[in-house]
Nanobody
Framework: QVQLVESGGGSVQSGGSLRLSCAAS????????MGWFRQAPGKEREGVAA???????NYADSVKGRFTISTDNARNTLYLQMNSLKPEDTAMYYC??????????????????WGQGTQVTVSS
């Protein structure tokens, strides 16, 4: 059974950093497509970053150069390092996984399994 458990969210001031973690069970994180989504109040869920089994990554334009997605096989964990945070980054962040990445709104993301989410709040 696939399970994803996020952690690492919190409140930070503009310009600060956070690292989100997603502990996975049921498969090896480096062997599947994994990614992060976010959803702000009143907005649709949007893809933030994804990494496939070859290690190729893609990022939403709004986070390029600020966020970095990575995996740790020893811990079977997915990470999202978020630097230079802005108030518009405030959202619930979700970890996602799938056997393969699927084309979704202009990029490739996992769409099948989801974590419960972790809240990120950035104040100005």
């Amino acid at each position: 059974q696939v399970q994803l458990v996020e952690s690492g969210g919190g409140s930070v001031q503009s310009g600060g950093s956070l690292r989100l973690s997603c502990a996975a069970s049921g498969y090896t994180v480096s062997s599947v497509c994994m990614g992060w989504f976010r959803q702000a109040p009143g907005k649709e869920r949007e893809g933030v970053a994804a990494i496939d089994s070859s290690g190729s990554t893609n990022y939403a334009d709004s986070v390029k150069g600020r966020f970095t997605i990575s995996t740790d096989n020893a811990r079977n964990t997915l990470y999202l390092q978020m630097n230079s945070l802005k108030p518009e980054d405030t959202a619930m962040y979700y970890c996602a996984a799938d056997r393969f990445c699927t084309y979704y709104r202009g990029a490739y993301y996992p769409l099948n399994y989801w974590g419960q989410g972790t809240q990120v709040t950035v104040s100005s």
